[in-house]
């Protein structure tokens, strides 16, 4: 094993041993122990792979939040503008049917993780109590592509308080681990994507931070994902139906379907992960300013949740 793999290997350790000393939220169950390092999950990525066709994936519509379409009044000096790319492999879309057999979409970034098959994205993507079918991951979507294939979820792991107070008064807890299956050839997402650590009490003032987000809306035929580079700093929230601290960055144009996209920061295997788009009023009320709940031991203890494949709060299995 070579040196920054080994302490990559520590790295994971140390976090799950931290997480499993602060504890997680009380209404998780003891679960048996989770299976065996490789054994594939029931679900098979044949069908996912075969419904989600190009056109299919083209037509998905972002999950509501509070971002309209339009850009916002501030001045676009003051604003680091967003560019379209063809995205990184960490970095992708969840796909799913609701209950009205509408496709939805929202972003998501792959961590690290012993299982090698963990993905981080926004609370408010996945919560909803509707039937989430076809519920897949495609690591750098873009222009009606899979580039590494599909990969569909197991699991959803949600804070319960997230759950019981919802997007509002929960607002802090906004962020969720999702649990994939191999894709069809049994290979595991962070085997051929790659994955970035997972980065809690991280402080709110960054000066370079990564933003990456999947836009509803496009005069493109076939949406890309925005990239912006811009800083971050502390925001409290004095709105008593939306409390916390948030991380809050000035990108332009990250408007409805970037929720669930990356804060990175560069770290000695690559980035970060600090934060997604979400938080403070579903990530912000204009396009120019996102935000994200600070990750902390609530964060760390939902991710050792996942990791030992504990049965997930508030029933987060998808829909057969």
Not at 20 to 46: L, Q, R, W
Not at 211 to 217: N, R
Not at 278 to 293: A, E, Q, R, V
Request: neutral net charge; hydrophobic residues 35%.
């Amino acid at each position: 094993m070579c040196r920054s793999s080994a302490l990559r290997a520590l790295a994971l350790l140390l976090l799950t041993a931290l997480a499993v000393a602060y504890g997680g939220p009380a209404s998780y169950a003891a679960a048996p122990p989770p299976p065996a390092p490789g054994a594939s999950a029931p679900t098979s990525a044949g069908g996912d792979d075969s419904y989600w066709t190009a056109r299919r994936m083209e037509a998905a519509q972002p999950v509501q939040d509070s971002k309209p379409a339009k850009a916002s009044v501030r001045s676009e000096a003051t604003v680091p503008p967003s560019h379209p790319f063809n995205g990184i492999p960490q970095v992708g879309t969840f796909f799913w049917t609701d209950g009205k057999n509408i496709g939805r979409f929202c972003g998501g970034t792959v961590v690290r993780s012993p299982r090698r098959d963990l993905v981080v994205s926004a609370g408010h993507c996945l919560s909803h109590p509707d039937p989430k079918r076809h519920l897949s991951f495609v690591p750098q979507y873009h222009d009606g592509l899979k580039p590494f294939g599909i990969f569909p979820v197991s699991a959803i792991y949600i804070d319960p308080r997230y759950y019981a107070l919802g997007s509002g008064k929960g607002a802090r807890w906004d962020y969720s681990v999702e649990r994939l299956a191999p894709r069809q050839d049994g290979r595991e997402v962070e085997d051929v994507a790659g994955g970035f650590d997972l980065a809690v009490y991280s402080g709110y003032a960054h000066s370079h931070v990564r933003l990456i987000g999947y836009p509803g809306f496009s005069d493109a035929s076939h949406p890309k994902p925005l990239d912006c580079w811009s800083s971050t700093h502390k925001y409290t929230s004095t709105d008593p139906g939306a409390p916390g601290d948030f991380l809050e960055i000035a990108c332009a144009a990250y408007i409805d379907g970037t929720s669930g996209g990356p804060f990175l920061v560069r770290d000695p295997f690559g980035y970060a992960l600090i934060g997604v788009i979400g938080g403070y009023h579903t990530g912000g009320d204009t396009p120019d300013i996102s935000y994200s709940s600070y990750f902390t031991k609530d964060t760390l203890a939902l991710y050792v949740h996942a990791v030992l494949g504990d049965p997930p709060a508030g029933g987060g299995q998808p829909a057969a």
